[in-house]
């Protein structure tokens, strides 16, 4: 069996003495893509950041999470701080968290090239370029634009030529497409696709919406209250969900799905879906 580039048993997460996050399992095989589907409050976005120690003050993770080999539950930042780039990645549902709105967009990709990879100079110019030249942003204007100045969609690219800029085993990408609109969802989720392929990146993608979670993944683990209900191939449990809760997530799907295009049945292979 692959060695996991993520290991996650038995992850709590709490608040005091309420659990919102109950002992979760997964694994993300290097450049394996594994979608994490609930409703709104299900603990998808907790499971995400007790991944990489970024769970907000109050909140504690109990557990195991092995991210490249390395125990992050409990992990002080001296251990922390040297996997997040290099070896997971985070993109989040709203690109103005991750940018600075201060600081020109190409200066913004060019510190976490110079700190993780080490360049500088004509070598770091060229590395922003092509950074920014890979989520198709690669007019000059751009490397000089401030946050503000770009498009909603602009920025999500943006903050994903961040992320990647360490060149990370692994992508964490929470919601990163649903503060845009439907078009410009589509071509980020297709930037997105591609360059996880064409880096051989492991993916772990968090999503409400089942038909995007279906296009980007091939497996999935669906959460609800904070408890892992189903976990499977995401075809599989598309075709034939197991528990209730997964079930009622497939026939929405589904009712929107035919209520958008009147189409035939698109959830099964993602893109129809996800219109
Ligand atoms: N800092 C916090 N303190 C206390 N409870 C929290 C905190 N952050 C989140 N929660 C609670 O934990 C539960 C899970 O939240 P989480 O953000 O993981 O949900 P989610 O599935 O990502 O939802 P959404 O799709 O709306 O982002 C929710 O009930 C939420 O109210």
């Given at each position: ?13 709490r608040?005091?003495d ?30 995400s950041?007790?991944?990489t120690?970024l ?18 539950v ?36 060019a ?10 100079g ?19 204007r751009f ?7 770009l ?5 999500q ?6 992320a ?8 964490i ?19 997105l696709?591609?360059?996880?392929a064409e ?17 980007m993944?091939?497996?999935v683990?669906v ?10 191939d ?18 929405h ?12 049945g ?10």
């Open positions: 069996m692959t060695e996991s580039l993520l290991s996650v048993r038995g992850l709590t997460v608040a005091g309420a659990a919102l996050v109950s002992g979760i399992d997964l694994d993300v095989a290097p450049g394996g893509r594994v979608g994490l589907i609930g409703e709104s409050g299900s603990g998808k976005s907790l499971t950041l007790a991944v120690g769970l907000p003050g109050g909140l504690r993770a109990s557990g195991s999470v092995r991210l490249a080999g390395v125990e992050t409990g992990a002080d930042e001296s251990t922390l701080r040297p996997l997040r780039g290099p070896v997971a990645g985070v993109v989040f549902q709203e690109p103005l968290t991750a940018l600075d709105p201060l600081m020109r967009v190409g200066r913004q990709i510190e976490p090239v110079r700190r993780h990879l080490g360049l500088r004509s070598a770091l110019d060229d590395a922003v370029s092509a950074a920014l030249a890979e989520v198709r942003l690669d007019e000059p490397a000089r634009a401030f946050p503000h100045e498009s909603g969609g602009q920025r690219r943006v903050a994903i030529a961040i990647l800029a360490a060149r990370p085993r692994l992508l990408a929470d919601e990163p497409t649903t503060a845009l609109d439907v078009t410009v969802q589509f071509e980020v989720l297709d930037l696709d591609r360059l996880v880096r051989g990146m492991g993916l772990l993608f968090v999503s409400h919406d089942l038909a995007v979670v279906s296009r993944t091939d497996r683990l959460l609800q209250r904070g408890v892992a209900v189903e976990q499977g995401v075809r599989e449990i598309l075709r034939a969900p197991q528990h209730a809760y997964t079930r009622q997530l497939v026939a799907a589904r009712e929107l799905d035919a209520a958008l295009d009147g189409a035939s698109g959830l099964a292979n993602g893109s129809e879906g996800a219109q």
